[in-house]
Structures are given as structure tokens and as C-alpha cells.
């Protein structure tokens, strides 16, 4: 059952204190609301909320960033006119951490998001606003971007379903860059089910992203009644350390479940992705630090209002003004990994394990039909608990970024909560564009566990 606009403005009023839309324009949404009337296909009705580095054609675009807080996108992204194609609706822009760098949404320019779980607790970062809207039943679907964790973290965090396709799967067109390497645009929804109907739409060939491959798209919703993952691989020595205990027992759980199902469960080995973190540290900001170069306010974005005694002055000046401390914090790193003399010994080694992390996954896939893995280490923390403690927040992340790394895709799906109610996530991961794979392994464990919401 489709949430109507009417709906969706009264839960977005309800629902504002949870600060998880930045841009909601009725106006604009009552004439897409008639332009889409006319428009016949997959997505007729459904209403879809974007993450807010995700260009939509007169919408604020602003990453979350006080930098563009007030540029209005000329054009639309390609996964937003493939979109409007299918006769989805764009409901709006959520909120996200600035320029998609941080695990919480509280690095956002305008406000943290709260968890609709429980508004004490972060939804996750930094696609929380796509997230929190999709658990808040603001939006049927919702699209996030995922550069080391973005659209996985936040689903786990909040209790639904995150889609990290295959690198190259998805245009990325329109969508404002961290490091292009590594983002990917991907679906978060309430059912698998949604996940495969969405990515349906949206992946495919782009002429206008040079990255994006041409590999047939599958008939992801089509096949989710066709399960053939037989053997499942878990790296349990990942999970000797650092695991919260309720988010091990609920995946164990998860792992029985399907245990007693008929699938094979393998221990496997994924040596070299304990170095995870800090090759995606060294990789991400690198690529961020050039990446963010655009923005001097002399095209578009902030611009001091100081007079400047040379141009450098006038670029510091508007970048002090416009970005966060944790912006700066990862363009700082990223300048510094790429400097003179310290090239080979940080980047050029971390691209060398980078291809050691894509050997694993690949040679473990020889052997297991798809891998196993939590999404996060821990439930949801609490709004500014790990807000001053960058490394408390990277670490957040240790169960995803391989998979960024290596360009595989990756599913989060709920496999319970906490004694205080928090949830819980699992993640799926498979070889490239096995997107239907994990899809319906995904499915079937939603199945098994009695756990997709009726109605879907």
C-alpha cells in the first residue's frame, strides 16, 4: 500500500523535531504531483525521498554542507529521471552528514537527525535522513548514497532494508562527489522486495558516467522467488573482537535460521580485511580532498564577505566560512596522504592492499555462494556520544568499507533488536553484479524470520 502526498505531509509535520527532511517544497511538489499524474510505470505513486547530495532539477542540493546552502540544482541526477520515468514521485531531499562524510548525520550543517526508533540514538550516517524517513513511514522508498558503509550503516541502524550495488551498476551522474572510486547511489526500503523494485528502475548503462558498465540488468523482483545460494560464507575470525553482544547473538541467530533452512554455513578466511579502515581512510579522503577542490566560491557557494589579499586568501576564507570540522578534518588528511614524499607511503600502498581486499573476496567467492557479515559492530549510539571521538566514529563503519573497497554489492537487512529495542542488521554480500543473488537470500531470510512488513 502506497503512502499518498497528504500522508506524507502529515507525517513530515509530525515528525519534524526528528529533523530528517532539509527540503520539502510544497509547491514544487504539488506541480511533480501533476506532471507525474500522466506518467505510467513501475513506480506510479510511490513516493520517494533522495538524499540530499542527489541532484533533483529546481531543489535545494546542499550535501548539508552551510557551503550550498542555498544552490538550487539546474537538472536532475540520472536516477532521478529514470525515476520520474517509471511515475515515482519525488517527495523531497533528506538530511545527511556534510558532503556524505561521517556514520551518524550529526556532521550535518542544519541539525542532526534523530533515529525514529528511538530519538535519543543517531540513525546513522551519513544517508540517516533516507534512513530515518523510510523507518519514520514518511516515504515508500528512499535512495541514499554509499561511499564506505552510508546506505547499510543507516538501514542497520534503523531497522530496514540498504542496498550497496556493484560499483558501476548505478549512475552516478548527478550525485555530488567524495571519492568517485568508491560512491555508489542504492536503494533503502522497508522490504527486499522494494529494494529489488527500485534498483530495478535505477540501475543500468549511462552515457554520461563513464563508470557505469554495460552489463545486463536483471529482473531483480522478478527472481526473488528463485533462492539458489546454497553455500554461505562467514569470516568469524572478524567477530572475536570489538562485537557488541547482542548484535553477535542476533546474528548468529540469523545465521542458524538459515543454517536450518538447508544452507550451507563455511568458515572463511578474508586475511587482509582487518587493514580495511585505514586503507578506506587513506583512499576516501585522497579522492575527497580533490574531489571538494570545486567548491571556492567563486562559481556558486558560500563567499566571504572578508576582503582577501591574494586568491588562496579568498579560497581559505570561504572554505573556513562553508564547511564543517569534519570536512576539513578529512581534506586536511587527504591533502597530506597525496603530498610530496609521503605519496608511496600512504596512497600508492593503500591502492596495493586495496587489490589484496578485492583478492580476497574473490577467492572466497570461489567456494561460498555469498558471504555473511554484521552490518555494524554495535546498535545505534546515542546522539553525541561519539561525536568528538573521530576514531569511535570511523570504527563504526569496520564491517562495510571492504566492501566499497572491493566493489562488490552488499545488502543490510534487519535480523532483530536489543533488549532496549534497537535494531539489528545483517549484511549479504555477493560477487559483482549479483545483485539478484543477495536480493534473494535476502528475501528469504526476510521470510524465514516473519519479519517483512505486511502489505509490501
Same mark, same amino acid.
Given at each position: 500500500m502506497s503512502?499518498?502526498?497528504s500522508d506524507?505531509?502529515t507525517r513530515?509535520? #509530525?515528525t519534524r523535531?526528528l ?5 520539502v517544497?510544497?509547491?514544487? &511538489?504539488?506541480?511533480?504531483?501533476c506532471?507525474?499524474?500522466?506518467v505510467?510505470?513501475? @513506480? ?11 541532484n ?7 550535501c ?7 544552490y538550487?540544482?539546474p537538472?536532475?541526477a540520472t536516477?532521478?529521471e ?7 514521485i519525488?517527495?523531497?531531499k ?15 550543517a ?26 519514520a513511514?514518511l516515504a515508500?522508498?528512499?535512495l ?17 532494508v ?10 552516478r ?8 572510486? &568508491?560512491d ?19 540501475a ?8 557505469s558498465?554495460?552489463?545486463e540488468?536483471?529482473?531483480y523482483a ?7 545460494v ?5 569470516p568469524?575470525?572478524? @567477530?572475536?573482537e ?9 546474528f ?26 585505514a586503507v ?6 585522497a #579522492? ?5 577542490a ?6 556558486y ?9 591574494s586568491?588562496?586568501?579568498?579560497y581559505s ?18 591533502t597530506?596522504?597525496?603530498s610530496?614524499g609521503?605519496?608511496?607511503?600512504y596512497?600508492?600502498r593503500?591502492?596495493k ?14 567456494t561460498?555462494?555469498?558471504i555473511?557479515l554484521?552490518?555494524?559492530p ?9 561525536v568528538?571521538n573521530?576514531?569511535a ?14 566493489g562488490?554489492?552488499? @545488502?543490510?537487512?534487519p535480523?532483530?533488536n536489543?533488549e532496549?529495542g534497537l535494531?539489528?542488521?545483517?549484511q549479504?554480500l555477493?560477487n ?16 524465514l ?6 502489505g509490501?
Amino acid at each position: 500500500m502506497s503512502i499518498s502526498v497528504s500522508d506524507f505531509l502529515t507525517r513530515y509535520r #509530525e515528525t519534524r523535531d526528528l529533523n530528517i527532511m532539509l527540503t520539502v517544497d510544497e509547491p514544487w &511538489l504539488e506541480k511533480h504531483v501533476c506532471e507525474q499524474s500522466s506518467v505510467k510505470g513501475p @513506480l506510479s505513486g510511490k513516493l520517494i525521498v533522495i538524499k540530499d547530495n542527489i541532484n533533483v532539477k529546481g531543489l535545494l542540493n546542499t550535501c548539508g554542507s552551510a557551503f550550498l546552502k542555498n544552490y538550487i540544482s539546474p537538472y536532475d541526477a540520472t536516477v532521478v529521471e529514470r525515476i520520474k520515468k517509471a511515475g515515482g514521485i519525488i517527495a523531497g531531499k533528506a538530511n545527511q552528514d556534510e558532503f556524505a562524510m561521517g556514520s551518524s548525520t550529526e556532521y550535518s550543517a542544519f541539525g542532526p537527525t534523530k533515529n525514529p526508533v528511538n530519538p535519543e540514538y543517531v540513525p546513522g550516517g551519513s544517508s540517516g535522513g533516507s534512513a530515518a524517513a523510510v523507518a519514520a513511514g514518511l516515504a515508500d522508498y528512499a535512495l541514499g548514497s554509499d561511499t564506505g558503509g552510508s546506505i547499510r550503516q543507516p538501514a542497520g541502524f534503523c531497522g530496514v532494508v540498504g542496498l550497496k550495488p556493484t560499483y558501476g551498476r548505478v549512475s552516478r551522474y548527478g550525485l555530488t562527489a567524495f571519492a568517485s572510486s &568508491l560512491d555508489q547511489i542504492g536503494p533503502i526500503t522497508r522490504s527486499v522486495r522494494q529494494a529489488a523494485e527500485l534498483l530495478q528502475v535505477i540501475a543500468g548503462k549511462d552515457e554520461r558516467d563513464a563508470t557505469s558498465t554495460d552489463v545486463e540488468v536483471d529482473d531483480y523482483a522478478g527472481n526473488l522467488g528463485n533462492d539458489n545460494v546454497r553455500t554461505l560464507g562467514v569470516p568469524f575470525h572478524l @567477530l572475536r573482537e570489538g562485537l557488541h553482544p547482542e548484535v553477535k547473538a542476533r546474528f548468529e541467530e540469523a545465521v542458524a535460521i538459515l543454517k536450518k533452512s538447508g544452507k550451507e554455513i563455511r568458515d572463511i578466511t578474508l586475511p587482509h580485511l582487518s587493514y580495511s579502515i585505514a586503507v578506506y581512510y587513506i583512499l576516501a579522503t585522497a #579522492e575527497a580532498s580533490s574531489n571538494l577542490a570545486r567548491f571556492d566560491g567563486v562559481r556558486y557557494g558560500v563567499r566571504s564577505e572578508n576582503s582577501a589579499a591574494s586568491i588562496d586568501a579568498f579560497y581559505s576564507a570561504n572554505r573556513e566560512k562553508g564547511f564543517g570540522p569534519e570536512v576539513k578534518r578529512r581534506i586536511m588528511l587527504g591533502t597530506y596522504v597525496l603530498s610530496s614524499g609521503y605519496y608511496d607511503a600512504y596512497y600508492g600502498r593503500a591502492q596495493k592492499v586495496r587489490r589484496l581486499i578485492y583478492e580476497d573476496f574473490q577467492k572466497a567467492f570461489r567456494t561460498v555462494d555469498a558471504i555473511l557479515l554484521p552490518t555494524c559492530p554495535t546498535p545505534a549510539f546515542k546522539l553525541g556520544e561519539n561525536v568528538n571521538n573521530p576514531m569511535a566514529m570511523y570504527l563504526s563503519d569496520i564491517f562495510t568499507v571492504s566492501v566499497n573497497i572491493a566493489g562488490i554489492p552488499g @545488502l543490510s537487512v534487519p535480523v532483530g533488536n536489543t533488549e532496549e529495542g534497537l535494531p539489528v542488521g545483517m549484511q549479504i554480500l555477493g560477487n559483482l553484479y549479483e545483485e539478484s543473488r543477495i536480493l534473494q537470500l535476502g528475501h528469504a531470510l526476510e521470510t524465514l524470520q516473519g519479519s517483512a512488513v505486511a502489505g509490501l
